[in-house]
């Protein structure tokens, strides 16, 4: 079979396969980035009980490897009476985990801006949260922005481990067409490609144009 | 659901030993990743414009696609061409490729943060290319190398349960093959989790001492 | 297309310079550095390089140390080509291999020291004569510390560079460019960055240079007193070209020029 027979023949599930990774590269990337802001915020709170969630959510979320939380959550919970679908059980894992990585960007971006920021708002009797909100945050997320397209990189890899319980995925369908034909090379090799597009030529653009939006507001062009 | 000592106790022995060959894994891919990781980091500093493309492109292409599918990849295609790998074998070559490139870009910037004029001294020594690399930027570039190197080195750990998926008899395979035996699946992936944990934890501290005895060793600071 | 014909394989004759640049221009894109240079250097001259800065006083010496290539004419050192070969009864730019072979007899010093931080100040001055001349250690080891004593600091000789001073730092570098036995020495503004208190002994460890060896110098620097006591011939460089150039005691008590007066009085203003 040619390469071109092998894509007719396939293609329309690499499609499917590679819309569910999407959804799931979407829903994982929406609950990481609000993962990450609520634990990287709560790192740096004062106080010691909120600082402790947020370091053992932290510590344990990067500290034990996302194929164990994956099948953590999907063979494990389930005892304790909580199902979930496999769907919701990937997207979820795949998020909290790379959440876990997010929130020590957050952290260190909002340690990042100059303590004379801090000062000055506080000079102009702003509350804490508008402080945070109108003066640190948005140039705490100029200074994270670079490291986060890297992040979002990991999070799309780390989609594909859905595909371990079942999520009928872009990877799911490579190993189900490699079953059905033996085509290793052609099966693999066309999800491998796809991954890249995704990469290289969707997301990292993305991040880029939306670096060059941010600096472009806070004046720095 | 209960969590059952017992049940624990009598696993543990196996799950130890699968922790050997997690370790041993992750040990044999990083020394091929630190190794090949320098060649493809010197490769893109040739003056040979296609070869720097080439290899920026693979390790761009290595790095923004899954470990796991790559680990399929390398297991099933050999076999296609006549070539039949071991899972160890096919699953050292892909996580050791796959940690390359990440450490090619940790090298490159620790060499691009060693400064012009130690390249331009060693051209008024007249040292050639290779000593120049070898003696003097090299061990420049090594203490600010450090904790990336040390980052993926837990994260090599980390990603190591990948290798299940072609048979690779480590911690998650040793998990998985007691969960289906025992239909009780709590423990062994607890135990997998806090393993990780246990190995991720210290990890930190560690990497930063390491940094700083290298630092001391090489008289820097 | 520069006629390369017009430029000898070999300098021969009864004096030829141990450096010569000969219609050398260095462009950086659109902006000419240097342009159309004609200098010889005599074998034992001190020579100082004075002007203000973007007039590629620098770039002369950068391009002597093979840093910089140059954009045309030729250098030539100790009567052979430097940045060009002969092939086939012509000139032709230098490969790698050639250029390594002849700026073997050119050492240089830089603002900045560019001491390798990761060896110690023993290590530094060794590191040449063991891994590019093939000395032995033990040899190298002779070489470096008597070299050391030289400079004044054989004492901190176990030193790493970080727990030395500029001056320091510098009078170690000067050690280690002497260690490689060059012909031609290049200092480049090697008290710039230093504090003014510690000048005075890098600036004495290069007079006595020029007193007790007859090594061929080129110096670029901000110190106009110096440069009038040591030199042999200073060469006042503006927009790329030299503007004027003579015995010190001429060129600083009775410069001809009006850009060469005017530098001169705005350096005197700041001092």
Sequence with gaps: MSYPEFLAEYGGRYIDGALITAAQFILAAALAIVMALIMGLLKLSSNPIAKGVAVVYIEFFRGTSLLVQLFWLFYVLPLFGLTFDKFTTGFVAVGLNLGAYGAELVRGAIQSVPKGQWEASYALSMSPAAQMRRIILPQAFVAMLPPWGNLIIELLKGTALVALIAVSDLMFEARQINGSTYLSAQAFGTALIIYYIFARFLITPFMRWLERVMARRLGRG | MQWSWEFTYEIMPRMLWATLNTLMAAGIGYAIAVVLGLVLALAQRTPYR???????????????????????????????????????????????????????????????????????????????????????????????????????????????????????????????????????????????????????????????????????????? | MEDMSQYPLELTGADVPMVRFMNVTKRYGALTVLDDLSLDVAEGEMVTIIGPSGSGKTTVLRMLMTLETINGGVIYVDGKPLTHMPKNGVLVPADAKYLRRARSSIGMCFQHFNLFPHMTALQNCMEGPVQVLGLSKREARERSEELLEMVGMIDKKDQHPSRLSGGQQQRVAIARALAMRPKVMLFDEVTSALDPEVIGEVTNVIRRLVSEHNLTMLMVTHQMGFARDISDRICFFYGGKIEEQGPPDDLFGNPRRDRTKQFLSAVKEAD
């Excluded at chain 2, 720097?52 to 296609?80: A, K």
């Excluded at chain 2, 070898?134 to 090599?156: D, E, H, K, T």
């Excluded at chain 2, 210290?202 to 008289?219: D, H, Y």
Aim: glycine letters at 10%; hydrophobic letters at 50%; proline letters at 6%.
């Design chain 2, 50 to 221: 296609g070869l720097t493309l080439v290899v920026r492109e693979v390790v761009e292409f290595i790095r923004s696609t899954p470990l796991v599918l790559q680990i399929f990849f390398v297991y099933y295609v050999g076999p296609q061409y006549g070539l039949n790998l071991s899972p160890w074998v096919a699953g050292m070559i892909a996580i050791g490729l796959h940690y390359a490139s990440y450490l090619s870009e940790v090298y490159r910037g620790g060499i691009e943060s060693v400064a012009k004029g130690q390249w331009e001294a060693c051209t008024a020594l007249n040292m050639t290319p290779m000593k120049t690399y070898f003696r003097v930027i090299i061990p420049q570039a090594l203490p600010p190398s450090v904790a990336g190197m040390g980052n993926y080195l837990v994260g090599i750990v980390k990603d190591t349960p990948m290798l299940s998926v072609i048979g690779v008899a480590e911690l998650m395979h040793a998990a998985n093959a007691i969960g289906g035996q025992n239909y009780r699946y709590l423990e062994p992936y607890t135990i997998v989790g806090v393993v990780f944990l246990m190995i991720s934890l210290p990890s930190a501290g560690l990497i930063r001492a390491f940094e700083a005895w290298v630092r001391r060793k090489l008289g820097m600071r």
